[in-house]
């Protein structure tokens, strides 16, 4: 960094292209969208298992399936949605977007975020590879995949019930990935706290960053719950523990209390990135600001904070007793008032605008419209009796997909047609979008209303098959139907981004939107802005005198530094996936101490020269 | 664009409404086209639960109407018109904010106090006089244990109408969770614990219900069936359960037949039926369920097989191709040795 006076004329750094430079990038807009492209694969890869799943509940009785394969189906489908497709399509969003909406030039720790990166797709292929390797563990089946279900009720996944590779795959996979969440955490908020432009008050942030930033906290601190959990289910299954063995004085309620001390506050962690989408959305194809900024962010902090002391909620029909099923449930219910009053706030910007109904906005307020139905559900069963015969139903299903799909996925594709331009430099085509939209919309409705019939009508999660005599044919074949649908409008969707590839250039803001990273050219330069300008409005691009100067000089008048690249990130992540394959291999003693040890050596040189590397540009 | 838009989205969920409302105002239906539901309670608990849901129900379908349509009426009302002026750039209003907090409070609130009183009426507190069942959930079948009339049973739970009901209910390995719907919600059954569900049956009749939780392989084929009988039914059912079982004799050589298959040890592996089953003054196994009075229950292998001849030898031909990681394995019977056991199993009722 010292040596930078030798030069004269303004240095533009320019992107290195080639494999290579994606190998070792540490550009916080390429790990965005190397986030962005593994997630959506992974998000079709769990969308192929829910659309299997719904093809072998289409009727009763069913055989496409086998019960094994369902189980594993299911667990690799909520698992995969959750921790492999929401949750870093947020990543790819809070790499890609946080810094250029608060006027950073990359983020704090730029190859800790490539790490983030590498151990979350090593990790996610390290999980799905249990689809195909049952033969190396003389499984008699190609699949040896988890089959414990998602939230891996303990005792089911001990040794002695569960003796397979399953639920090491597992149990291995999520620690690995939980190290990606936890490093992506503190990065951003580092970023966050230290990296803003002059003048970016907290209360000036977009509130997508708010949002971010309050799910950073969450992952910092819930993250740490579940892998707590994990190493005694761990420890258990390996070294012959009894923490979650009954016969030896264990419990099985104990998993279940850090699974869901973990679990819930990850609800907010898939859905409020989805909501600061939305609130980015609104205003800008409202033609208005977010009405009620201040209460927006509040409300979101609150629900990030009161969503620490619902977790027992899922664990009502455990029988905690009155008092703490009471207080559960109030906790519960008291969550919907920083919804509604989000909700409220949404409809309120609205109110007096000027609306588009672009494809964001479609998105966005399909999401308020399935979110307030997902919201709705959950006060039904945040009240204990009604939830002992709802929850491990149906209407369960249909409550947290209205969320998760209704509010996280589609949030999530209102930022997708929102951010593409600022991203690939072209829109994605309108029709094909509106298009999307109307197939997704329908589909969804299609595939989840009809299973809240089915849920109070009697049908149970995680079934393989049912029968005939429940009366519930009509409902899941509507649901298979539907998902079917979905399906189609995923194709659309791909079909757009293909068709779209050699779109006009959109400019630098197509939209016309008041936050900063609007105001810088599309795709930003690898600098992000020629100059970090100064903030004095949180609509900096609607105000006149919002930041200064404006508009951005066309060209750097001073030289830049960015990041350069290291391939150490890469070996060190790859060091910690062979200490997973390692303990994969526990019941053979040396083979599986030999590997982790050669993993451990990886990790541990990989991370001396990284600590080491001479890192300029 | 906007109007088709509006249209679409206020007709999707209410065209899809209807069928739940429909259930909830017709009641229960004649010839039970809902078996395992919810919303047809046929216990003082399932009621209670249930008059609640509908509250909360109703609660929602106004929240619903009134958001749903401040959201559409905001959707037509503000669409972009030709010629339409830059709007006016509002931050917002605190009156109506405070207004829009507070009424989401007030109806929580409203669902908040009958919550808490349902959750003290259903807690489960048994009265002097109930009648204690223990139920234990097993990979994947049930297990019940009436302890003051010496009966253990499986799968069909039978109790008496009008009489409360306790249930004492752990499991044998892994979590269930003991469901029939139209009684009482679930309750888990754990390895190590014991809760309780306490209800009090109101209709004669037999309700379907199954494990709630998922627990391996076959949880879906974990399922149950309780019958209600009247109290003078349910005094002969307990009398049939309790009569030492008949003896077999020597004229009904098929019944012997069958009788001497159920003990004989197979290889490989010494595979038995007794090893696991009891059937009271024959064998003691208890890894499987008690069959003591087999021939009398309507279902086997936890109500995913009739018990008639067929499904008995269906079952005993291939019980993993029924129920996928039974711990019952597939044994090679001739099907004379399975026409005995069909015979022998139905004799004992």
């Known amino acids: 960094m010292a040596t930078t006076a030798m030069r004269h004329t303004p240095a533009v750094p320019q992107a290195p292209t080639g494999l290579w430079s994606w190998v070792t990038t540490t550009d916080h807009k390429r790990i965005g969208v190397l986030y962005g492209v593994t997630a959506f694969f992974f998000f079709l890869v769990g969308g192929l298992e829910a659309l299997v799943i719904r093809l072998q509940l289409g009727a009763p009785g069913n055989t496409l399936v086998s019960a094994e394969f369902y189980n594993q189906l299911f667990t690799m489908h909520g698992t995969t949605m959750v921790f492999l497709a929401i949750m870093p399509l947020s990543a790819a969003f809070f790499n890609f977007i946080i810094p250029l909406q608060i006027g950073a030039r990359d983020v704090a720790f730029p190859r800790l975020n490539a790490f983030s990166y590498w151990i979350f797709l090593l990790g996610g292929l390290f999980m799905n590879a249990s689809f195909f390797v049952g033969p190396l563990f003389g499984a008699g089946s190609l699949s040896v995949a988890p089959n414990g279900g998602w939230f891996g009720y303990a005792n089911l996944t001990s040794a002695q019930y569960s003796p397979g590779p399953n639920i090491d795959f597992w149990v291995l996979g999520l620690q690995i990935l939980g190290i990606a969440s936890l490093a992506a955490g503190f990065n951003f908020i580092t970023t966050i706290i230290n990296l803003r432009a002059p003048g970016m008050k907290l209360m000036r942030m977009p509130v997508f960053t708010w949002m971010s930033f309050v799910t950073q906290f969450l992952i910092i601190t819930a993250f740490p719950v579940i892998t707590i959990g994990l190493v005694f289910l761990m420890l258990d299954r390996v070294f012959g523990t009894t923490f979650y063995n009954v016969a030896a004085g264990g419990d099985v309620l104990l998993w279940q209390h850090l699974f869901w001390l973990f679990g819930h506050p990850e609800v907010y962690i898939l859905i409020l990135p989805a909501m600061g989408i939305v609130s980015e959305v609104l205003p800008t194809f409202s033609r208005k600001p977010l009405f009620g900024y201040a209460v927006v962010v509040y409300s979101g902090v609150l629900i990030g904070v009161v969503g620490w002391g619902v977790w027992a909620h899922h664990m009502f029909s455990t029988g905690l007793g009155p008092i703490a099923d009471s207080v559960f449930s109030a906790s519960t219910m008291l969550i919907a008032v920083p919804t509604g009053v989000k909700i409220f706030n949404w409809i309120g910007t609205m109110w007096g605008g000027r609306l588009e109904f672009r494809s964001p906005m479609l998105f966005a307020v399909g999401f308020i419209s399935l979110f307030i139905i997902g919201g709705l559900s959950g006060v039904m069963h945040s009240s204990p009796p009604a939830d002992l015969q709802q929850t491990d139903t149906y209407f369960v299903v249909a409550h947290f997909h209205y969320v998760l799909f209704g509010g996280a996925v589609f949030g999530l594709f209102a930022g997708m047609y929102y951010w593409w331009p600022k991203v690939f430099g072209h829109l994605l085509r309108e029709g094909l979008g509106k298009l999307h939209f109307w197939l997704m919309f329908v589909g969804m409705n299609l595939t989840f209303f009809p299973m809240h019939f089915s849920g109070l009508l009697g049908m149970p999660r995680r079934i393989y098959t049912y029968g005939a005599e429940l009366g519930l044919d009509t409902y899941n074949l509507i649901s298979t139907v539907g998902a079917v649908l979905t399906g189609v409008a995923l194709l659309v969707f791909i079909a757009n981004v293909l068709a779209s590839r050699r779109g006009a250039a959109a400019g630098a803001n197509p939209w016309n939107a008041a936050t900063l990273e609007w105001a810088t050219d599309s795709p930003p330069p690898v600098y992000n802005f020629s100059v970090i300008p100064t903030i004095k409005d949180g609509l900096p691009l609607w105000r006149t005198g919002g930041m200064e100067p404006s508009p951005l000089p066309a060209v750097p008048p001073e030289p830049i530094h960015v990041p350069g690249g290291s391939i150490w990130p890469l070996c060190t992540a790859a060091g910690i996936i062979i200490v997973g394959i390692g303990a994969l291999l526990h019941h053979s003693l040396w083979p599986s101490v030999a590997v982790a040890l050669s993993g451990a050596l990886v990790t541990v040189v990989s991370i001396f020269k990284w600590a080491f590397e001479p890192f300029e540009v | ?349």
């Open chain 2, 1 to 349: 664009m906007g109007r088709a838009f509006l249209r679409r989205c206020r007709a999707v969920p209410w065209a899809a409404g209807l069928p739940v409302i429909a259930p909830l105002l017709i009641g229960a239906c004649s010839g039970d086209p809902y078996p395992q539901s919810t919303l047809h309670p046929t216990a003082d608990a399932g009621s209670a639960i249930d008059a609640l849901y509908r509250q909360i129900f109703w609660w929602a379908v106004l929240v619903f109407v009134v958001v749903q349509t401040a959201l559409v009426v905001t959707l037509i009302r503000f669409r972009n018109r030709p010629g339409a002026g830059e709007p006016r750039q509002i931050h917002g209003n605190t009156l109506v904010e405070i207004t829009w907090t507070l009424a989401p409070a007030a109806i929580i609130v409203a669902i908040a106090v009958p919550t808490i009183k349902t959750i003290f009426a259903v807690r489960g507190d048994a009265p002097a006089d109930a009648l204690q069942v223990e139920v234990v959930g097993h990979q994947w079948w049930w297990e019940y244990r009436y302890p003051a009339l010496g009966i253990v049973t499986a799968n069909e739970l039978h109790l008496p109408q009008g009489r409360p009901v306790a249930l004492a209910i752990t499991s044998a390995d892994v979590i269930h969770s003991f469901w029939a719907p139209k009684l009482h919600g679930k309750r888990d059954a754990m390895p190590g614990r014991t809760t309780r569900l306490v209800f009090t049956p109101d209709s004669v009749g037999t309700y379907l219900g199954q494990c709630a939780e998922f627990c391996g392989e076959s949880h879906a084929n974990m399922r149950l069936r309780v019958t209600v009988q009247s109290p003078a039914d349910f005094d002969a059912w307990v009398a049939a359960q309790t009569v030492p079982p008949v003896a077999v004799d020597s004229t009904q050589a098929l019944i012997l037949a069958g009788e001497a298959a159920f003990k004989r040890i197979r290889d490989p592996g010494n595979h038995s039926c007794v090893a696991c089953h009891t059937i009271a003054g024959v064998s003691g196994g208890v890894l499987g369920p008690n069959l003591t009075h087999v021939g009398s229950r309507t279902t086997l292998a936890s109500g995913i097989l009739a018990n008639d001849s067929a499904g008995l030898a269906r079952w005993l031909r291939d019980p993993l191709a029924e129920k996928p990681g039974s711990l019952m394995p597939t044994i090679a019977l001739t099907e004379d040795e399975v026409a005995a056991l069909v015979a022998y199993l139905q004799s004992r009722n």
